[in-house]
């Protein structure tokens, strides 16, 4: 390949030349909103190609991108590769279902190979393991079609271990055929129990093994999987070597950070589900999960965020048209299962979802388009003259029309609250997964008279502070921001600042979510221009260029920001936040910026002391704690029974557990609450559910305490 061999010679000069962006004389236009969704900027006609001297060039691109413009560059050298082949095989095949020990040995030849496979465009690896995957898939298709022609085995005593890290690569062709008759199985008792226990508050089956229905369901139960399966292997065969070779590729990414991706010149429904506005929907972001479906983020304002049922990291099962029988979508594609949630507004569709508890819920949703009045500022005013500001997102000119900012939307509800007499304020970010960066640090302000709000750092370059835009103080009494393990991003920013500064008392999970990192979206083709003209489309990178810090010097990255006061959450013992991806970046600190904290409340350190005593005392709090604690022991129980009778047993009593603990229909108003700003007469309904949800919320109600306390 010598004409690439030259072309790559000139690729310095590009790098140079993509660095001039990240130069802090234009930093400000390359700190992006802290929210990004992948891919949203561009978009690539598909274009099938086999050819291997433009994939060498996509490796040698993304490994000097990596290197010259990520915020921290490791070194390519074994430990790297050794990383990248673990990345690989776990996205090829993580639960361990196609790939045989032997195979994996075979391939682990390459293992330390990888870093200079990377730097040279070598695609041995690539070919090797990739003609291996296709080899595999259709035995794997023949198996199950093999398996799911007899009755499964219900009778025998035996267990299937549904934790991949748990399991060892299957020896040979009879432990996988073993494992799969296994997986078969327990396919099948699920739906068997869900249509004999159709009447979920039964304790009696409609059908038993023995009973004339009971064969003929089980048999309708195998033909179900048969058609499911087939179609998730139809959408596996639809793969093509483009969708391979990005797999192959952000496993290198991978190893730098969980944020670091390369996206192949094709179009993005796949990942990106067009229900966020412009089209009719429920407004969630969906991504497929190995079988399933899942819900990788809820549009804020949209039908599903209304409805709070949805949640993030929810399993879809079934799908149905309002009243209609629900079809089964385990297995199925992301985009098919996109065609049968969108809809016309007006519309319901009925999700069957598989909570992270293991529950299933049918959770009801009316079609339609995004509402982004419903992600403005609200406020309400408390018990106890407590002011209650809700901000779900960081905004900035959502219409052009009416140049809406949350900034200053904030300082509206916030002297609406002051002349109606408040003498306190609860902040609450829960759920806001960040956004403008600029709009935080004009929120920050709000709370101090001036200084600095954020650093933010660049490689290579001085760390630079984001200031108070405005001298003065909008707020200056006391003031509690409610945060939870989904905020991120600029929302940590605001949180960690007004710590700092000594103006709030944190109040909420453990910790935050833990994201301190900044990404930017570079394009290939704009990037490479004339050099590489005909090897376009080349595709698109994003990748992680900065990192921001607390005024005090410490970052939000992993750490997240502290609760002062520490609520109890459902899921604070699952795995969640920054912490928990691979190869996330490391917690650092620089030094602090010059910034000086407001004098402290004399009754602050008693009133945090009472507020927690509280809290470990509450009733409800204390349901919760022993919920989650049920959950932490319920994770390391994952073995599946297969025997029926076992089987019934273990999921009965995982559903009478669930039932003692739901008590979120029980709650009844702790407080009133009352709109400060007049809604518009058309919302006067959503006003009302949404004032009653404030005045039944546990955590303000332990807010409102904690600011009495603090008078």
Not at 489 to 498: M, P
Not at 509 to 535: L, S
Request: glycine share 6%; aromatic share 10%; charged share 30%.
């Amino acid at each position: 390949m010598p004409a690439l061999r030259h072309e790559l010679c000139t690729f310095g000069l590009m790098l140079a030349i993509l660095r001039i962006p990240f130069m802090k004389r234009n930093l400000k236009y390359t700190i992006p909103a802290l929210i990004l969704v992948a891919g949203a900027a561009f978009g690539f006609r598909y274009v099938q190609s086999a050819n291997t001297e433009k994939e060498s060039l996509v490796m040698r691109l993304v490994a000097e991108a990596l290197q010259g413009v990520h915020y921290q560059p490791r070194a390519i050298d074994d430990s790297f590769s050794e990383d990248v082949f673990n990345a690989y095989l776990e996205l090829l095949d993580g639960e361990k279902r196609f790939v045989y020990q032997s195979d994996f040995d075979r391939l682990a030849k390459h293992k330390l190979k990888l870093d200079d496979y990377f730097t040279s465009g070598d695609l041995s690896f690539f070919e090797e393991s990739s003609s291996l995957w296709k080899q595999r898939r259709i035995e794997a298709r023949r198996r199950y079609t093999r398996i799911l022609a007899k009755p499964v085995d219900l009778t025998k005593a035996r267990s299937l271990e549904t934790e991949a890290e748990k399991r060892a690569y299957p020896k040979d062709s009879a432990a996988m055929d073993a494992f799969w008759a296994d997986y078969l199985t327990s396919r099948v008792l699920d739906r068997l129990y869900d249509r004999a226990y159709e009447k979920k508050d039964s304790i009696n089956p409609a059908f038993l093994p023995g009973h004339p229905d009971f064969a003929a369901n089980e048999s309708e139960a195998r033909s179900k999987e048969l058609e499911i399966h087939n179609e998730w292997f139809d959408g596996l065969d639809e793969l093509d070597r483009t969708d391979d070779f990005s797999y192959y590729i952000n496993a290198y990414a991978a190893a730098f950070d969980p944020h670091t991706q390369y996206f192949p010149p094709q179009q993005q429904e796949a990942f990106e589900i067009e229900m966020t506005g412009q089209l009719e929907g429920i407004g969630a972001q969906l991504q497929q999960d190995g079988e399933f479906v899942t819900i990788a983020s809820i549009v804020t304002g949209s039908a599903c965020w209304r409805q709070g049922e949805l949640e993030v990291g929810d399993k879809l099962l079934k799908v149905a048209q309002g009243d209609a029988q629900p079809e089964d979508v385990v297995g199925m594609r992301v985009n098919k299962v996109v065609t049968k949630v969108r809809g016309k507004k007006g519309t319901e569709v009925r999700l069957t979802v598989r909570k992270k508890d293991g529950t299933e819920k049918v959770i009801p949703i009316v079609r339609d388009i995004v509402e982004m009045e419903a992600t403005f500022a609200r406020s309400a005013m408390l018990g106890n003259n407590i002011g209650y500001i809700r901000l779900p997102k960081f905004y900035v000119d959502f219409f052009d029309e009416s140049n809406r900012d949350c900034s200053e939307d904030v300082r509206t509800e916030l002297r609406a609250l002051k002349a109606a007499g408040a003498r306190g304020i609860i902040f609450d970010l829960r759920g806001n997964g960040g956004g403008s960066l600029p709009a935080a640090v004009g929120i920050a302000g709000h709370f101090i008279d001036k200084g600095p709000v954020v650093q933010v750092k660049t490689q290579g370059q001085r760390v630079r502070s984001y200031d108070d835009p405005t001298p003065g103080v909008e707020w200056d009494g006391p003031l509690v921001v409610l945060v939870d393990e989904s905020t991120a991003s600029a929302s940590e920013i605001v949180a960690a600042a007004l710590q700092d500064y000594g103006r709030a008392i944190i109040v909420g999970t453990t910790q935050t979510f833990g994201k301190g990192t900044v990404q930017n979206m570079m394009d290939f083709d704009r990037a490479a221009g004339p050099f590489y003209a005909k090897y376009q489309p080349l595709g698109a990178f994003k990748l992680t260029i900065q990192k921001y810090y607390r005024v005090n010097g410490g970052t939000t990255q992993l750490d997240g920001v502290r609760s002062d006061v520490v609520i109890p959450d459902a899921f604070q013992h699952v795995a969640y936040g920054e912490r928990e991806l691979d190869f996330a970046l490391a917690a650092d600190k620089i030094p602090a910026a010059a910034y000086k904290p407001v004098a402290e409340n004399s009754k602050r350190a008693q009133a945090v002391a009472a507020s927690q005593a509280r809290v470990n005392t509450n009733r409800e709090f204390t349901r919760i704690n022993d919920y989650s604690n049920y959950l932490r022991e319920q994770e390391k129980n994952t073995g599946l029974p297969l025997k029926w009778d076992d089987f019934v047993a273990d999921r009965r009593a995982s559903e009478e557990a669930i039932k003692r603990f739901d008590r979120e229909g029980a709650r009844t108003d702790t407080t009133v609450a009352t709109m400060v700003t007049p809604g518009k007469p058309e919302k006067a309904e959503e006003d009302r559910r949404w004032l009653r949800a404030v005045r039944r919320d546990p955590s303000i109600v332990e807010s409102m305490r904690l600011l009495t306390d603090l008078q």
